[in-house]
């Protein structure tokens, strides 16, 4: 029987241009320490690159930081 993973990681992202890029790079450092197959990892980054580019464009910067938190 195998075991799951689990993990924990967070990143505070700032309300700058390269907040994106920061978000993509964590996760798929964090996946691959956590040994997520690389397909995986690249379907992760799309989805975050999504998400955090909403998170950006629809929420003003004076709610303060974004935080990207990943649970596995």
């Given at each position: ?42 379907t992760a980054k799309l989805i975050v ?24």
């Open positions: 029987m195998s075991q799951a993973r689990t993990g924990f990681s967070q990143l505070a992202l700032a309300d700058t241009p390269n907040a994106v890029a920061w978000a993509r790079r964590h996760t798929a450092d964090v996946l691959r320490s956590w040994r997520v197959p690389p397909d995986t990892i690249e690159s999504e998400l955090v580019t909403n998170a950006i464009l629809k929420f003003p910067p004076d709610l303060g930081q974004r935080l990207l938190t990943l649970r596995g």
